[in-house]
Nanobody, 121 residues
């Protein structure tokens, strides 16, 4: 199977920065897109940033210019550099990866367990 483990969350004051990491491990043949989502209390999970296997990135309007997604394909890892954090960025951040476990199998989405980010005002 495939496991995704996030790290790097925490408590930070408004205006501060955090860098989230997510590493995939297990039976991995290839990884397509990797992405970060977040879920604030009482709200639906939303897409924050994504990175395709060819390096095309996309961001939610609310984080453009402040967050940067990057990946290390050799390490099966994805990162989210978050700058100029705002209280509304508070939530649980999840990474997602589209993984094929063999050349013959179709791609499945795998999720990490989430890491809490809290931004105080």
């Amino acid at each position: 199977q495939v496991q995704l483990v996030e790290s790097g969350g925490g408590l930070v004051q408004a205006g501060g920065s955090l860098n989230l990491s997510c590493a995939a491990s297990g039976t991995i043949f290839s990884i397509n897109a990797m992405a970060w989502y977040r879920q604030a209390p009482g709200k639906q999970r939303e897409l924050v940033a994504s990175d395709t296997s060819i390096g095309t990135t996309a961001y939610a309007d609310s984080v453009k210019g402040r967050f940067t997604i990057s990946r290390d394909n050799a390490k099966n890892a994805v990162y989210l550099q978050m700058n100029t954090l705002k209280p509304e960025d508070t939530g649980v951040y999840y990474c997602k990866a589209g993984v094929k476990t063999s050349w013959a199998r179709r791609e499945f989405d795998y999720w990490g367990q989430g890491t809490q980010v809290t931004v105080s005002s």
